[in-house]
T-cell receptor, first 115, second 111 residues
């Protein structure tokens, strides 16, 4: 079946640095990738929708200059957390629509800890 | 009030038991999803429903659109079923990825 590979699975970084998270669709082309964030004991929340070859669409309250999204190819979308702060520590996960009607395939997630 | 409510929040069962997890939502939807989140965080999509009932192995998902309610059943539960089960809905007119997620039900199946 369709697989979305997400890396890294865990990352610890210092405040003020930037972290890049990658999501690759394997064996299928993902024209659209969705990025979610999950704080402890909270629901997943959509951050942005990444479209291949165009600008990402950000949800209300998500800073586009802080969370840079690039979707330069049909198989790769990246999320860069710039100038990370401890409050950015969270679980980030991507997903893509697959060929199954309205189905989604999720990446394995990235647990970001900013110290 | 959350737009997607799940019950129970936590569930402990003995191996072999029949398990039911419930999801109620308050918005009109075009689809409802059941997801499984493993302890490491990875998420697997189990079902997508817009009506009726679906079955996959020991898992059964049902939805009642009129009552805005869905259930996920696990028959003959096994310790490997231990995970967080998340209900998510796609509202009418919403963008593809704009799912509204429940907070999840943490299931522990004891041997």
């Amino acid at each position: 079946g369709a697989v979305v590979s997400q890396h890294p699975s865990r990352v610890i970084c210092k405040s003020g640095t930037s972290v890049k998270i990658e999501c690759r669709s394997l064996d299928f082309q993902a024209t659209t990738m969705f990025w979610y964030r999950q704080f402890p004991k909270q629901s997943l929340m959509l951050m942005a929708t990444s479209n291949e070859g165009s600008k990402a669409t950000y949800e209300q309250g998500v800073e586009k200059d802080k969370f840079l999204i690039n979707h330069a190819s049909l198989t790769l979308s990246t999320l860069t957390v710039t100038s990370a702060h401890p409050e950015d520590s969270s679980f980030y996960i991507c997903s893509a629509r697959t060929g199954v009607v309205e189905g989604y395939t999720f990446g394995s997630g990235t647990r970001l800890t900013v110290v | 009030k959350n737009e997607v409510e799940q019950s129970p929040q936590n569930l402990t069962a003995q191996e072999g038991e029949f398990i039911t997890i419930n999801c109620s939502y308050s918005v009109g939807i075009s689809a409802l999803h059941w997801l499984q989140q493993h302890p490491g965080g990875g998420i697997v999509s189990l079902f997508m429903l817009s009506s009726g009932k679906k079955k996959h192995g020991r898992l059964i998902a049902t939805i009642n659109i009129q009552e805005k309610h869905s259930s996920l059943h696990i028959t003959a539960s096994h310790p490997r079923d231990s995970a967080v089960y998340i209900c998510a809905v796609r509202p009418y007119g919403g963008s593809q990825g704009n799912l509204i997620f429940g907070k999840g039900t943490k299931l522990s199946v004891k041997p």
